[in-house]
């Protein structure tokens, strides 16, 4: 299995990290993360799907809205990486799936010991999270000329 | 004699009575009544029964159920997810503001 986080990295090297997490096995239906929990671990996606979803209002209840899905190599949860460490969505799978949970202090703790493969990490995890943005942006520009074309064509949605 | 004092007595009592609505239909009438603000005039409602045949035009909402909804917000978020990665690729702005066929935006 090719994780994208660890692109670059040598078998022997991929293989260290891989032996700082644990395999965890998310049964169909069942959640991985909730929105607001502590972050800390990041998953590594070996078997199945796992989905992500926000939480909207849908006619004055809570519904789990989808957001993106994730399929085995890709990675979720890199929350854990980045400050203040709470999940900014929910995960759960959708089939049952298998997921490596790689617990941040022990990331960090490797990365000290071996910075040369912390950097290669380091740097997937920014494409990870710079293609995370750019998507994001381009979804928020879209939405913004939406708003605007609908004032532009009904006038009193201004006042 | 007898009769005498009792056609007086007749006399006397019709007088009396002829006095008394004299007096009555004589008697000068009390303060006027203050003017009293004029009243609206209330229009009856008109009637609104089933024999008028008039049929209330209340729009009834159509709800899809809720399932269906979210399956419609997943099916838009994929959209604009591909629509989205596809200006990521190559950036333009006919690719950023680019329609979808989602029903949201349409």
């Not at chain 2, 209330?42 to 045949?53: L, N, Q, T, V």
């Not at chain 2, 209340?58 to 909804?69: K, M, T």
């Not at chain 2, 419609?72 to 190559?90: G, K, N, P, Y």
Request: hydrophobic content about 50%; aromatic content about 8%.
């Amino acid at each position: 299995m090719a994780h994208e986080l660890l692109n670059g990295l040598s078998p022997a090297e991929a293989d260290q990290v891989l032996a700082l997490g644990s395999r965890r096995a998310v049964s169909s239906g069942s959640s991985l993360f909730r929105l607001g929990d502590a972050a800390e671990c990041l998953f590594l996606i070996e078997r199945g799907r796992i989905r992500l979803s926000f939480p909207m209002l849908v006619r004055g209840k809570e519904e789990e809205v989808f957001f993106e899905e994730k399929a085995p190599g890709e990675t979720v949860g890199w929350s854990a990486m980045v400050p203040p460490y709470r999940f900014t969505l929910s995960a759960m799978a959708p089939l049952d799936a298998a997921v490596i949970a790689l617990p941040r202090e022990a990331l960090l703790a490797f990365f000290d010991r071996a910075p040369e493969t912390g950097r290669r990490i380091a740097f997937n995890l920014a494409i990870l999270v710079g293609k995370r943005l750019q998507l994001v942006q381009a979804m928020w520009m879209r939405e913004i000329q939406r708003a605007v074309e609908s004032r532009s064509v009904n006038p009193a949605a201004t006042r | 004699m007898e009769m005498l004092v009792m056609g007086l007595c007749f006399t006397f009592v019709g007088l009396a009575i002829t006095a008394l609505a004299f007096a009555a239909a004589t008697r000068p009438q009390g303060p006027p009544l203050k003017a009293q603000p004029e009243q609206p005039v209330i229009k009856p409602a008109p009637a609104r029964f089933f024999s008028e045949g008039i049929i209330p035009s209340i729009p009834v909402p159509i709800q899809v159920p809720i399932e269906v909804l979210l399956k419609q917000i997943e099916d838009h978020v994929r959209l604009e997810q591909a629509a989205a990665e596809s200006f990521v690729a190559f950036p333009n702005q006919a690719l950023l503001h680019s329609k979808t066929t989602s029903p949201f935006v349409n």
